[in-house]
């Protein structure tokens, strides 16, 4: 079952690309053409029924960025159902309050690079009988 970028959410996934928060857009500045520890990231990409604010797909990580909507009961409730969605899917979600992108913007980069995966050891293949 297709999960990623599903057909139907792709006019949203392009409006919303098209009109990044101001928040986004710097932090997209950040993290595009992999500059944060060599990883990519896409923008507004899609899993299930929900577009990410941004992807990396070799981490499994979500970044969110919220603003005031999300601090709502009804906006609490419905990110803690996005995020067990995700969460089962095998993504990681980490979440930031917009404010903290132009205040901690630091702060924040370290917080996503402490979410990535360590880097897995180079495997050394078995000795040769005979060396």
Same mark, same amino acid.
């Given at each position: 079952m297709q999960l990623n970028n599903l057909k139907y959410l792709k006019?949203?996934?392009?409006? +919303?690309?098209?009109?990044?928060?101001?928040? =986004?857009?710097?932090?997209?500045k950040l993290l595009q053409g992999k500059q944060l520890g060599g990883n990519k990231f896409r923008r507004q990409h899609s899993v299930g029924n929900y577009i990410l604010d941004f992807y990396c797909p070799t981490q499994k990580l979500a970044i969110e +960025?919220?603003?005031?909507?999300?601090?709502? =009961?009804e906006g609490i409730k419905?990110?803690?159902i996005r995020t067990q969605f995700l969460?089962?899917?095998?993504?990681?979600?980490?979440?930031?309050e917009?404010?903290?992108v132009f205040d901690k913007t630091e702060w924040?980069?370290?917080?996503?690079?402490?979410?990535?995966?360590?880097?897995?050891?180079?495997?050394t293949p078995p000795p040769k009988e005979g060396s």
């Open positions: 006019s949203n996934r392009k409006r +919303l690309r098209n009109n990044l928060t101001p928040a =986004e857009a710097s932090l997209w +960025l919220d603003g005031a909507g999300h601090y709502t =009961e419905r990110d803690e969460n089962e899917v095998g993504i990681k979600v980490i979440r930031f917009n404010k903290l924040v980069l370290e917080e996503i690079s402490r979410s990535f995966s360590p880097p897995r050891p180079a495997v």
